[in-house]
C-alpha cells in the first residue's frame, strides 16, 4: 500500500479521491439521462466533497504532482462543467424552451462549457503543482458550478423562467474567465 503515500504514484491517496470525483460525475451523467435528477445532483455533491478532500489531502501528505493537476482539472471539467451544464439543458430547457429560444440556449450551453474548459486550461498552464494563490481570477468551475445549481433551483420552483435561466448562466460562463478577484478558501 506503499503507492498510497508515493507522490509519484498515479493511484497516490489523493489521486483515489479524484476518481471518486470522476466516477460521481458519470454516474451523475447517466442519472441525468434517466430523468432523475435528484440523485443526480446528490452525486455531483459528492463528487464536490471529494474534490475538497483531495486537494487538501495532497497538500497535507505532499503527494501533489502533475498528473494529479491533470486529473483534477478533468475531473472539474465532468463534474462542475458538464453536469450542471447538462443537468440545466435537461431538466429546464428541454421542457421548458422551444423554436429559437432552444437554439440560443443551446449556443449559451456550449458557450458555458467551453468557457469551463479554457478556465481549466488556462488554471493547469498557469500554475504549479502543490501551489495555492491566496486568491482566483475568475471564478473557479466549482463555485461557477454552485451558482448553476442555484439558478437551476430557482427554475424547479418557479422562480425564474427558462429564458432568464438562459441569460444567468452566459453571465456566469462570462464570470469564469473574468478579471474578478474571488479568494480561495
Known amino acids: 500500500m ?5 507522490p509519484s504514484s498515479h493511484f497516490n491517496l489523493a489521486n483515489l479521491f479524484t476518481f471518486v470525483n470522476i466516477t460521481a460525475g458519470l454516474m451523475a451523467t447517466y442519472f441525468i439521462t434517466q430523468n432523475n435528477f435528484f440523485l443526480a445532483i446528490i452525486l455531483a455533491w459528492v ?5 475538497i478532500f ?5 497538500r497535507k501528505y ?6 494529479g493537476v491533470q486529473l483534477d482539472s478533468f475531473a472539474d471539467f465532468l463534474s462542475f462543467v458538464l453536469v450542471p451544464v447538462f443537468l440545466i439543458f ?5 421542457s421548458s424552451l422551444s423554436g429559437m429560444w432552444l437554439i440560443v440556449a443551446a449556443i449559451v450551453s456550449i458557450y458555458y462549457v467551453i468557457s469551463g474548459l479554457r478556465r481549466l486550461i488556462h488554471f493547469n ?5 502543490g ?4 486568491y ?18 430557482a427554475a424547479t420552483y418557479s422562480l425564474i423562467p427558462a429564458f432568464l435561466v438562459v441569460m444567468l448562466m452566459a453571465l456566469i460562463g462570462w464570470t469564469l474567465n473574468s478579471t474578478l478577484k474571488v479568494p480561495h478558501p
Open 2 to 6: 506503499k503507492f498510497l503515500w508515493t
Open 47 to 51: 463528487g464536490g466533497a471529494f474534490d
Open 54 to 58: 483531495d486537494g487538501k489531502i495532497a
Open 62 to 67: 505532499n503527494l501533489s504532482n502533475e498528473f
Open 90 to 94: 435537461q431538466a429546464v430547457y428541454a
Open 125 to 129: 498552464l498557469h500554475t504549479d503543482a
Open 131 to 134: 501551489e495555492v494563490d491566496k
Open 136 to 153: 482566483f481570477t475568475g471564478v473557479p468551475t466549482p463555485l461557477g458550478a454552485i451558482l448553476l445549481w442555484l439558478v437551476y433551483l
